[in-house]
Nanobody
């Protein structure tokens, strides 16, 4: 079983930065690809960034150049560094995991991830 706990959300002004963290409880962290997703009010949850077991990353077009996903394998933690935040980045951000081999490589699809955290709210004011 995998448990995910996000932290680091908050309120920031447009142009500011936040760093989200996701602590992952599992016996085999290296067997899981990790992802960050977000859901704004009235909208569907969608992919932001993923990092696979080899450290390869994938980003949604709307965050390229602004967000960076990374992980600390020794601490079973995945991060999302968010810079130059915009009001449209306001959403609940979720950490997710999938076992290696589930779904296609570089997938940002919600349906390809089977484990989810409770989310952390990010609010960007203009």
């Amino acid at each position: 079983q995998v448990q995910l706990v996000e932290s680091g959300g908050g309120s920031v002004q447009s142009g500011g930065s936040l760093r989200l963290s996701c602590a992952v409880s599992t016996y085999s962290y290296s067997d899981y690809s990790m992802g960050w997703f977000r859901q704004a009010p009235g909208k569907e949850r969608g992919g932001v960034a993923t990092i696979d077991t080899a450290g390869s990353t994938t980003y949604a077009d709307f965050v390229k150049g602004r967000f960076t996903i990374s992980q600390d394998n020794a601490k079973n933690t995945v991060f999302l560094q968010m810079n130059n935040l915009k009001s449209e980045d306001t959403a609940m951000y979720y950490c997710a995991a999938r076992f290696r081999g589930w779904g296609p490589l570089k997938s940002l699809a919600v349906s390809d991830f089977g484990y989810w955290g409770q989310g952390t709210q990010v609010t960007v004011s203009s």
